[in-house]
């Protein structure tokens, strides 16, 4: 193993990302993937783990180099704020509440609510809503609330992802079944209680803290800027 890779487990190990669930909840699909346990908890091998994320570095590197986005989902509470924040600073869309069904097999429409929120915004900017009566600025207000809500995230998707990277697959089911149904490709932090089997780049570590899905999302997204064209 080299120098790098062994620095690079030990940060992995200090963001407890060898935790895995606990040993009753294991799913079948991951078996290769468990060093041990501790107690009730098992332990992911780390080497293992490793290797996923380089496969997964490769394959959005090659993503970006191409002008295709990866869309970020994390609705869970220990995901969406790093969702956010690392999709933000990296131009990317995210769903990072709450995932609305059709966002994928549905697109045409989801976009038109996104053209729908960003037509408010402009005529807010330039000063048009003054047209209206106070009552119908109220409820144009809160339209505006409730599609920043669920769509801001997606503002700047204006075609299908290259890629979804989702973490806990357990819990995204449905986005994982939109993507799996137009043959997008899917990138995934899953702890051991997860079924790997139908994740494209599957990324075996406890997807539980806040730390080791940082380090996760870190890694593959600093790829990503090293694949986007200069």
């Known amino acids: 193993m080299s120098e ?6 030990e940060a992995m190990a200090s963001a407890g990302m060898h935790f895995g669930s606990l040993r009753s909840r294991r799913h079948p699909s991951v078996g290769s993937y468990i060093f041990g346990s501790k107690g009730r908890v ?3 091998d780390l080497e293992k783990s490793l290797a996923d994320i380089n496969k997964a570095k490769v ?3 090659g993503l970006a180099s191409l002008g295709q986005q990866v869309l970020l989902v994390g609705n869970k509470n220990e995901a ?3 969702i956010r924040e690392m999709a933000e600073s990296h131009n990317l869309p995210y769903v990072a509440l709450r995932w609305i069904g059709g966002t994928l097999t549905n697109f045409d429409h989801i976009r038109k609510r996104v053209d729908r929120l960003l037509e408010l915004r402009k005529q807010g900017t330039r000063g048009d809503l003054m047209k209206y009566t106070k009552r119908e600025r109220a ?3 809160q339209e505006v609330k409730d599609l920043e809500r669920y769509f801001t995230g997606i503002v700047n998707m204006s075609r299908l992802p290259g890629a ?3 973490v806990d697959p357990k819990k995204e089911k449905t986005s994982l079944a939109e993507a799996k149904a137009l043959g ?3 990138i995934a932090l899953a702890n051991t209680d997860c079924d790997v089997s139908k994740i494209d780049y599957p990324i075996v570590g406890n997807d539980k803290t ?5 380090l996760v999302v870190q890694s593959l997204l600093n790829s990503y800027k090293e694949g986007v064209p200069v």
């Not at 806040?210 to 940082?214: G, K, L, M, N, R």
């Open 42 to 44: 098992e332990i992911v």
């Open 164 to 166: 979804l990277f989702v």
């Open 59 to 61: 394959f959005i590197k």
């Open 210 to 214: 806040t730390a080791s899905i940082s």
């Open 80 to 82: 969406k704020g790093i």
């Open 4 to 9: 790098d890779s062994q620095k690079t487990i």
């Open 139 to 141: 409820k144009i207000t």
């Open 184 to 186: 997008i490709p899917v």
